[in-house]
Structure formats: C-alpha cells, structure tokens
C-alpha cells in the first residue's frame, strides 16, 4: 500500500510552547489529508479534513487557532499545536489519499506528543 | 455519515478463522467498506475494502451482502501477532472533500491466545 510518514514520531514540550507535526505521502500525491488525535485505550478522533491549496474543515469542538493545519503542497500537511497544555497530549496521526475513485486512506505511524 | 457497530472484542486461538462483523445500517449508495488494523502506539493500517459481494486479499477476505447494511472481514488462520484492533468504516472515497471523511468506531479487539 501507500506510505505516509510522520515527523517526529514523538515529541516533548513545555507547557505554552508550539509544537509542529508533519505528514507526508511519499509515493502518491495527497489531494485530501486527514489529522486524528487518539487517547489511550480510545479510538481515533477526527480533528480536521484538509484539501491541498485550501483552508482545512475543522470537527466540531476542535480550536481552528490552537491547532493550526497547513496543506500547502500534494504531498505535505503540517499540523501545529499552539500554545500547548499538558490536556493536549495525545498520540496525533494523520492520513493521506488520493483524489481518483475508490481512494483508500492511508495514516502515518502517528507522533506522540507529551506536554510538561 | 454511516455510523458502524463492532463487537467490542473477540478471542480466538492461533490457527483459527476469525470473522468480525460490522453494522452499517445507514450506509450510503456511493460509500466503501474498509477495514483498519491497529498495534498499539502505532497508526492504523490499510487491510481491505470493498462495495459489494466478496474481495480477497493476501491476508483477509470481506464479505458484503447484497443489502450492504453489514460486511464481514475474514481473517483465515490467525496468530498471535494478529492481537490488535480491528476498525470497520464506511465512507465514500471517491470524491475529494469535507464530507468524505472516516470517521472511527470503537473497533473490535482481537485477541488471539496460543
């Protein structure tokens, strides 16, 4: 299958620093890219649905200026956590698909990020 | 958005068939069935998808009935490494946009024992 990666793949941060997470689809061009956030023990939970060149949808209840998304090229999607609280810590992964019909979506490894 | 319904867990043994079946009752004419593995700490990985009758792969078969409110993800003979949760979704993929997003149930548990 398609390959998605993730930078880093975990991070540790004080509390009331930004945090900035990279996805990228490494042999297909992404034209939609997908951030979920994933607490111990719980499924996965959509944050944001971002189409390349445009500005991302968040999920009701998701802070559009905390977590800031980035879709600037088919291959690359940024999320960044502004200003981050100990609560936002989580495991983040992101995912990736095509625009042809039938697009499987495929997620990155996810990074852990664990706020002091 | 269909919404899915999955077993909570399931246990089996090493060697055994194991099928997980989902509920999608309000699925759409135009959404897909896929089926996610995931390990812990790790993210979910592609197993199989599918709209109607049955698909095989190299490690799963789906059956879909002809009504498509619930799918079948088959796995033929299990092993240990096989213990993770598995995620049914329904979703359509064949347009770009907002509203074709997945959105994740609370998956099946598998554990497989010796």
């Known amino acids: 299958g398609a390959v998605v990666s993730q930078h880093p793949s975990r991070v540790i941060c004080k509390s009331g620093t930004s945090v900035k997470i990279e996805c990228r689809s490494l042999?297909?061009?992404?034209?939609?890219m997908f951030w979920y956030r994933q607490f111990p023990k719980q499924s996965l939970m959509l944050m944001a649905t971002?189409?390349?060149?445009?500005?991302?949808?968040?999920e009701q209840g998701v802070e559009k200026d905390k977590f800031l998304i980035n879709h600037a090229s088919l291959t690359l999607s940024t999320l960044t956590v502004t200003s981050a609280h100990p609560e936002d810590s989580s495991f983040y992964i992101c995912?990736?698909?095509?625009?042809?019909?039938?697009?499987?979506?495929?997620f990155g490894p996810g990074t852990r990020l664990l706020v002091l | 958005l269909a919404k899915t319904t999955q077993p909570i867990s399931m246990d089996s043994y090493e060697g055994q068939e194991v099928n997980i079946t989902c509920s999608h009752n309000?699925?759409?004419?135009?959404?897909?069935i896929t089926w996610y593995q995931q390990f812990p700490s790790q993210g979910p990985r592609f197993i199989i998808q599918?709209?109607?009758t049955k698909v095989t792969n190299e490690v799963a078969s789906l059956f879909i009935p002809a009504d498509r409110k619930s799918s079948t993800l088959s796995l033929p003979r299990v092993s240990l490494s096989d213990t993770a949760v598995y995620y049914c979704?329904?979703?359509?993929?064949?347009?770009?946009?907002?509203?074709?997003?997945?959105?994740f149930g609370t998956g099946t548990l598998l554990a497989v024992q010796p």
């Open positions: 995912s990736a698909r095509g625009g042809g019909p039938g697009e499987t979506q495929y």
């Open positions: 042999d297909f061009q992404a034209t939609t």
């Open positions: 971002s189409n390349e060149g445009s500005k991302a949808t968040y």
């Open positions: 309000n699925i759409a004419t135009n959404d897909y």
């Open positions: 599918g709209y109607k």
């Open positions: 979704l329904v979703g359509a993929l064949n347009y770009g946009g907002a509203t074709n997003k997945l959105i």
